[in-house]
């Protein structure tokens, strides 16, 4: 990777930087903003009194201006403190803790079937000729059109009820456990991912089988399967990667609806009830968490994308 490469990695580097700095402004300040009092999560569901308000806003900063609540919360999540759970009374970090590696776990696992399906799909329709082509774009409509709900309910009704195959409740306990429960969440997580990477793989390498130098490798008797691998898909990765690393930033605010619908407890079906009762400092924690993730995950495709593709990273300059 040469300097200026590297320059421009850098750059985007202090861009992402810059992101997580005003999403956490955002975060903070849109959560304070939503309908609902949290001292009264803090009283514990008793009706308090004007006394306990007084000491409830001094002790968690809530009787300061918005600005001081939000200097206290940041240092304290760059210090390693994330605070305590208005509802639960407990850490926040251990609430999320356990969720995160279902979360994590699930994420991972639907992404190793959009790679595969999405990718391969997408392949065979660019490379397998007009009926295949017709047969992988009806599959990807279907696969677009449906939500993620619908596709959780056919699943729960057809390999869980029916057929009895999978587990419809719960993460399980141990990996192979953990699989086993997931394989139905994921499934559904990554029916839409699957359909959409499978149209983008396919037009990235369409455009490069009419590519001109892919026409001159031809020529030049070098072997199909080579062309493919050095001249077709290396050259068609770029655009892969950039549509793949905005959907795995995505799994992670999608997985709620397949959390929520599998009774996996992950940090989706967390945040959703922790929004239900006003619990701030989970909300703030676990929204911060996946513009973390997003950025993160975006910013590995940058840096792979460089990597295969300098160039396009590279500043253009006027004619």
Partial sequence: MNASVAR??????????????????????AVLLTPGDP????????RPTPEMIAAIKAEYHLDQPVWVQYFYWITGVLSGDLGTSFVYKTPVAELIAPR???????????LVLIAVFGIGSGILAATRGRRTDRAVLVATSFGVALPTFVVAILLIWVFGRVL???PVYGAGEGFLDNLYHL???AISLSVLYIAYLSRIT???????LHSEHVDTARVRGIPRARIFRH?????????????????VAGLFAASAIAEQAFGLGGLGSLLTEAAARKDLPVVQVISLLLVILFVVFNAAADIAIAVIDPDSVKPRRNA
């Fill in 164 to 166: 009895g195959w999978f």
């Fill in 183 to 185: 394989t139905l969440p």
């Fill in 39 to 46: 001292v009264v999560a803090l009283a514990g569901g008793v």
């Fill in 100 to 110: 995160f590696g279902i979360t994590l776990l699930l994420v991972l696992y639907t």
């Fill in 231 to 247: 001249h077709v898909f290396l050259n068609a990765s770029p655009q892969i990667l950039a549509i793949s690393g905005a959907t």
């Fill in 202 to 208: 396919r037009g990235a390498v369409v455009g490069q």
């Fill in 8 to 29: 421009q990695l850098l750059g985007k580097l202090g861009g992402l930087l810059l992101t997580l700095f005003l999403s956490s402004i955002v975060i903070f300040s």
